[in-house]
């Protein structure tokens, strides 16, 4: 190679400052979370009518998150994964619908309940195809942060809304939300179910706090035992003061995925994923699509991360959830085209796209990603092995 460039090769690297991970606390909160602390009185969850609903900070999330959302009813809960599994425990299921595209809770939940149907995903935002199968559930997953964008046929639908936090466009039955590090909102570990449907509340509540103290209570005749999978006051007042600012931080994300997909769209063979309508992504992270024949997405990804400092790319998202060994006992034939395509070839996905970065970080990755495609040659096979 008689001059290299690209910083894989041994030339200057784009940026040497390294990406850092999302600011979510909100200094004017503090002082609310120390005299929670302070108070010493942690969680107000008790196994009794009257108290089984949460402690003031869980109330106040509940009635804020209901606002914010539109929606009837608030959860709080202390996974996703739980969730999900609290909404599925109510619910008379033989087959459930599931996508291989996803946190292998969305799929391996349903798997140990029931039996489940795999379905392909579609190419524009990722979610589960619709097939007709006849399930009485489904667990569609609302992708990287983008609304489901159609309606599903089952008779309970249970939305995995752990990467999105956009207003929906129709409506789920459950929708179950994640607030684990990294996502939009975070206590550290902690999730959030929501529905409109007053009985299904009740009886999700009941397993998240108590069930078998307060079912009678209610006039239910579940002989169930409530999980106790609960948040407490000190990360619903966490979760409280992120909420305020979600709008604003949406919009960074908004803002900051618009410049790559303004930069990027001009490089040969890559692609910005498709929005349903302006302003309805709330931006989990930012997915491409990588067309190029010359080079493999791999080693294209693998030089642009060479050109920055401990900057987040993902190549394919996650492994089609029905070749892991939990599920190759049933599944090991399994190849639906769509996702294997996503995972193996096309998709990409940058996350360093939330405050504190800026435009002037999207513009360092977009410069390392033209630099590539610029010195492109560099990557072909008989120039690296010359
Ligand atoms: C799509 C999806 N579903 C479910 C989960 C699980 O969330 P939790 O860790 O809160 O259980 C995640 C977490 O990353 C996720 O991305």
Redesign the pocket.
């Known amino acids: 190679m008689a001059q290299t460039k690209l910083a894989i090769n041994g030339g200057q690297p784009v940026r040497n400052v390294p990406f850092v991970r999302q600011i979510c606390i909100n200094e004017q909160y503090l002082p609310s979370v120390l005299d929670i602390l302070r108070s010493g009185k942690w969680s107000g969850y008790r196994a009794n009518k009257d108290q089984y609903l949460g402690g003031p900070e869980i109330k106040k999330l509940c009635h804020e998150w209901s606002e914010h959302f539109g929606v009837e009813y608030v959860i709080p809960v202390n996974?996703?994964?739980?969730g999900?599994m609290a909404c599925l425990s109510v619910l008379e299921k033989n087959l459930i619908d599931v996508t291989p595209y996803?946190?292998s809770?969305?799929a391996s939940l349903p798997y140990l309940v029931s039996d489940v149907v795999w379905n392909d995903i579609d190419e524009d935002y990722f979610q589960m195809d619709d097939n007709d199968s006849g399930a009485d559930v489904a667990v569609p997953?609302s992708?990287f942060g983008h609304p489901l964008t159609w309606k599903y046929n089952a008779d309970i639908v249970i939305e995995?809304s752990?990467?999105c936090v956009s207003k929906q466009i129709y409506k789920t039955d459950f929708r179950v939300h994640?607030?684990?590090e990294?996502?939009h909102i975070t206590c550290g570990?902690?999730?959030v179910i929501t529905t409109d449907n007053k009985e299904l509340a009740r009886m999700v509540q009941n397993v998240i706090n108590h069930e078998e103290s307060v079912a009678h209570d209610f006039g239910l005749t579940s002989s169930g035992i409530g999980l106790n999978l609960r948040l407490t006051e000190i990360q619903a007042s966490l979760v409280r003061s992120q909420l305020s600012l979600l709008g604003k931080n949406i919009e960074i994300r908004q803002q900051n995925v618009s410049c790559l997909n303004d930069r990027l769209r001009q490089i040969p063979g890559i692609r910005p994923a498709k929005t349903y309508s302006e302003g309805i992504h709330s931006y989990y992270c930012a997915p491409f699509h990588y067309t190029r024949s010359d080079v493999p997405r791999d080693a294209f990804l693998a030089a642009v991360r060479a050109e920055l400092h401990n900057v987040r790319l993902n190549a394919g998202y996650i492994k089609p959830l029905y070749r892991f060994p939990c599920f190759s006992d049933k599944q090991n034939k399994l190849r639906l085209p769509i996702v294997e395509r996503m995972w193996k070839d096309e998709l990409f996905l940058l996350l360093d796209i939330a405050h504190p970065h800026t435009l002037e970080d999207m513009e360092d990755i977009a410069n390392s990603f033209e630099k590539v495609a610029d010195n492109v040659r560099e990557l072909y096979w008989e120039n690296i092995y010359k």
């Open positions: 996974s996703c994964t739980s999900l996803s946190m809770c969305s997953v992708l995995d752990a990467q994640s607030l684990t990294g996502k570990e902690g999730g």
